[in-house]
């Protein structure tokens, strides 16, 4: 038989179904998932950079409850943005989306974003600048989605290729996406191209399918990056405060220390000599400084808590870097501060206040000595002072987009205020530095001038009435009325605390201060102010000789400390004059030569803090 020729009989024409939704979507949408990852990260930064973790934290918030509540905070977000992701795709008729069981799709998403939550806390353990882990996170982002495309798909689709391979490379998280997002995509396009289901749960099983391996994977990297992050965030200092041990997990298995002192009475210390290279330095210390180290040594030995604050010996020193010799900026330093008490430190740039108060505060650790506030230890119990610790920083620590009543809400909340409680605390704080009126309570603290941001910060620092307060340099920047608003706010609150005040103002620390202390070099010298007369008195240049007789028949232990053009300064012994013979002197100097002006002042702050500062400065001796 001859087979002549063969034709097709007609027939309707075949629909081509073809997703490409499917085709593409493992690189495109790994690329839409991970645009979380970065977000995350530079927030995590960004409280670091600015020091708002270590803000909150000094205000009562402890480390465990800030990890759990920002877990939870980026848990949500990361659920709204997956959500409204899967109901997008599905809406537009994306096969991916509608083939696929969504239940199997919520528990992927779930697991993924856990993990991806869990790797932003690592990474941003390590880095502290906004910029650089913001260009890191997005190079991470491209670089996955197209190692994943070009690179890991190829993997995937050879079936020579031990499974035991692509586990491995599964380890990598962005690769895990990329890979269920891989199945998703088969399933789908498959199922369309056939007119069946995509992937349901019973398919799991299937030896060809790789989501369980995938699910499982990120689970066990889910729990053990957790705790990698935790413990992280713990040992780095990462702006939750000092470096803590690497086995710091060991301390919270011991009982809790006591509120009792712990330090052992330190030996009397007494002005030693200390040989380096050629030279002697010999350390003096003044006498009120030595009767401050004995009043520290016999609290101790009585434990008594009247004092809120005491410091033994406190020092610390900063190794040297670069060739350069280490840097003391604590010296020694012994201190006892009592309940309702404003101590006023005072000094150059560079003495050593700021380090101090670091140390107070847990920002730094103290290279030797101790520190115990209301009789907990600063080098141990640091969380237990923070509960009642208020802190205004030198520089101001504020989140731009809330208000300063959101501010004082949040930290109020920080001290257990509550209810009506809270709000009338609020309120009365936003009164006393003068941000009630006018709607300046509920503008955002980005549009508030350098000074409104100052009493805001002094605001919050007195929220809740903690019974130690650190304020550096809260003045800073006022204007004159403000300034003595501020003074006032400071007055009422020290009479139920303690305060650590720093200042450059003379006129600040005479209105505020109860004790001062003169830091330089990293020394402490307190000195009694005020135990001298200021006598000056401008003549001729040709009297001037006359004008050093008066004096030194007023005071044989006057000491002139200023000359130029006739015109010269003396300091005279309180305890050896009389007002009355000195006017008696210059009536009898007005009748032998012309006295142009003269006058006598008490000795003022600024004078002596620069007259200790000056003979503070180390001297050597050779030896």
């Known amino acids: 038989m001859l087979f002549d020729f063969i034709k097709e009989m007609p027939k309707p024409e075949t629909e081509i179904r073809l997703d490409f939704s499917s085709l593409l979507g493992p690189l495109f949408f790994t690329w839409v998932i991970l645009q979380l990852f970065p977000i995350v990260l530079t927030a995590l930064v960004y409280e670091k950079q600015q020091n708002l ?56 998403y779930f697991i993924y974003i856990n993990l991806q939550i869990s790797l932003s806390f690592l990474v941003a353990a390590l880095f502290s600048n906004v910029k650089t882990v913001a260009v890191v996170g997005y190079m991470i982002v491209f670089a996955s989605g197209l190692l994943g495309g070009f690179f890991f798909q190829f993997f995937l689709q050879d079936t020579s290729l031990p499974r035991v391979w692509i586990v491995v490379m599964e380890l990598y998280p962005c690769f ?39 699910l499982i994977i990120m689970i066990v990297e889910w729990v053990v990056v957790f705790f990698m992050a935790y413990y992280t965030d713990q040992f780095l200092t990462s702006g939750s405060g000092s470096r803590k041990s690497p086995l710091f997990f060991s301390h919270k298995l011991k009982s809790k220390p006591s509120s009792s002192f712990k330090n052992p009475l330190s030996s009397f210390r007494l002005p030693s000599l200390q040989r380096k290279g050629s030279k002697v330095y010999v350390e003096l210390e003044k006498s009120d400084v030595v009767q401050e180290k004995e009043r ?80 907990l230890d600063i080098r141990t119990d640091m969380d237990g002072i923070y ?41 009365e704080s936003l009164r006393s530095v003068n941000l009630f009126t006018g709607g300046i309570a509920d503008k955002q603290s980005g549009k508030y001038s350098g000074g409104m941001k100052r009493r805001l910060s002094v605001a919050i620092s007195l929220i809740g009435d903690p019974k130690v307060v650190y304020m550096d340099e809260p003045s800073t920047g006022l204007d004159p009325a ?22 450059h103002s003379m006129e600040e620390a005479e209105h505020l201060c109860d004790r001062l202390g003169i830091f330089v070099d990293g020394r402490q010298l307190k000195r009694k102010y005020g135990g001298s007369y200021v006598f000056t008195m401008t003549t001729s240049s040709n009297h001037e000789v006359d004008v050093e007789n008066l004096v030194k028949g007023l ?13 010269q300064k003396f300091e005279l012994p309180k305890e050896a004059i009389k007002i009355a013979d000195v006017f008696r002197a210059i009536e009898n100097a007005k009748s032998r030569f012309i006295v142009q002006a003269w006058g006598i002042a008490d000795t003022t702050l600024e004078d002596v803090f620069i007259k200790v500062a000056r003979e503070a400065q180390p001297f050597d001796v050779l030896s």
């Open 176 to 214: 895990s996406l990329y890979a269920g997002l891989y199945e998703f995509s088969q399933y789908a396009f498959t199922g369309n191209y056939m007119g069946t289901r995509g992937m349901r749960w019973g398919d799991l099983i299937d030896s060809n399918n790789g989501m369980v391996h995938v």
């Open 555 to 567: 005071s044989p232990d006057a000491k002139k400390i200023y000359e130029l053009s006739g015109t």
């Open 296 to 375: 520290v040594e016999l609290s101790l030995l009585k434990q008594d808590t009247t004092h809120a604050i005491v410091c033994d010996n406190l020092k610390k020193v900063y190794r040297g870097r670069d060739g350069n010799p280490e840097k003391i900026a604590v010296r020694g330093l012994s201190l006892a501060l009592s309940q309702g008490e404003c101590f006023g430190m005072l000094g150059p740039n560079g003495a050593g206040k700021t380090s101090f108060i670091n140390m107070m505060i847990g920002l730094v650790k103290p290279s030797s000595g101790a520190a115990y506030v209301r009789g």
């Open 53 to 108: 973790r270590i803000m909150m934290k000094m205000h009562g918030l402890g480390d465990d409850p800030y990890l759990m509540i920002s877990y939870a905070y980026f848990l949500a977000i990361s659920l709204v943005y997956m959500f409204c992701f899967v109901v997008f795709g599905s809406v537009v008729g994306l096969k991916f989306f509608t083939l696929n069981d969504y239940s199997i799709q919520f528990v992927f």
């Open 482 to 503: 403000s300034r003595k608003n501020l003074w006032n706010v400071v007055k009422r609150a020290k009479q139920n605390c303690a305060i650590i005040l720093t200042t």
């Open 387 to 427: 509960a009642n610790m208020g802190v205004c920083p030198q520089h101001d620590l504020l989140w731009e987009t809330l208000t300063g009543r959101e501010h004082l809400l949040f930290y109020g909340r920080l001290k257990n205020l509550k209810g009506t409680t809270l709000t009338q605390a609020v309120d």
